[in-house]
């Protein structure tokens, strides 16, 4: 894909600090990192995010991301790490080429993922699920 960063990084038209890759998936250093170690990981391949890659490809991808939480926490002792992945604009995707991030949290690190939940909605469950039939 013309003018995607990610691409460009795969192809080494942009630069990166890689972390570790396959065939089919690469994990590079998170350019404005929230954390030490926020990494991100991507298919080579170009896809927007959760909803056009392919079930085979997606699984290439998190396999690596398993396989980054392992050397983290193998090197490094990282045993806190949160998994995040974006898929579209108002969900916060700001990089239209999919990716996990991979964060490494610890006490006290100044980062905060909090949601605000909405507990009375659970009374609309049933109707909720009955959608989906
Ligand atoms: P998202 O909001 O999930 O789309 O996040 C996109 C992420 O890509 C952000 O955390 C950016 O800091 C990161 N990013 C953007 N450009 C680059 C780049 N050239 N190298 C590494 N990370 C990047
Ligand atoms: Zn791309």
Redesign the pocket.
Known sequence: MINC?FCK?VKGE?N?WKIYETEDAYA?????PANRYHT?VIPKKHYTNIFDIPEKELSAVTTVVKKVCKLYEEKLGISNIQIIS?SGAEA????FHL?F?ILPRKRGDGQNLRWITHPEWVQDFDRMIEKLK
């Open positions: 960063i990084i942009a990166s590079f250093l998170d350019i404005n991100l974006n916060q995707q700001e990089v990716h991030h």
